[in-house]
């Protein structure tokens, strides 16, 4: 961490850009993607305003987590054809026996990967924008 300190300002934390892995890592724990200390979530579905640890906020501006809704898109998809792939092609399954199955899937799965979908939205904008690594609000 380098401070930056003027006698005017008051002093600035830097945080060093994570790597990818180490983002996609804290993501999947469900961590501040900066420091990697402080949760995302207080509830299933209600995420803390600031990282505990470093004081990172969240909720960057209005709608900030819509692109979040196309990364559980992409999951989503992603799983359903690996599944279908598999079942019809290698079990032999019939498109009438997988239907259900995997429409059920597609409603079940988005829920549950909702949180992590947040949480890998957060940590790409941690990557490519450089005003995150740092105390400066936006």
Not at 4 to 28: C, F, N, Q, S
Not at 118 to 123: C, E, G, M, N, P
């Amino acid at each position: 961490m380098n401070d930056i300190a003027d006698d005017d300002r008051p002093v600035i934390r830097r945080w060093p850009r994570p790597e990818y892995g180490t983002l996609i890592l804290r993501a999947l724990q469900l961590r501040c993607p900066r420091c990697g200390e402080g949760p995302l979530f207080r509830r299933w579905f209600a995420m803390h305003q600031r990282c505990s640890h470093c004081g990172l906020k969240f909720e960057r501006a209005p709608g900030y987590y819509l692109g979040s809704s196309y990364v559980n898109y992409g999951l989503t998809a992603m799983a359903i054809l690996v599944a279908y792939v598999v079942l019809h092609y290698r079990f032999r399954f019939s498109n009438a026996d997988l239907a259900g199955p995997l429409a059920a899937f597609c409603v079940v799965f988005p829920l549950l990967a909702f949180r992590h979908a947040r949480a890998l939205w957060l940590a790409m904008d941690c990557r490519w924008d450089p005003g995150m690594m740092t105390d400066e609000e936006d």
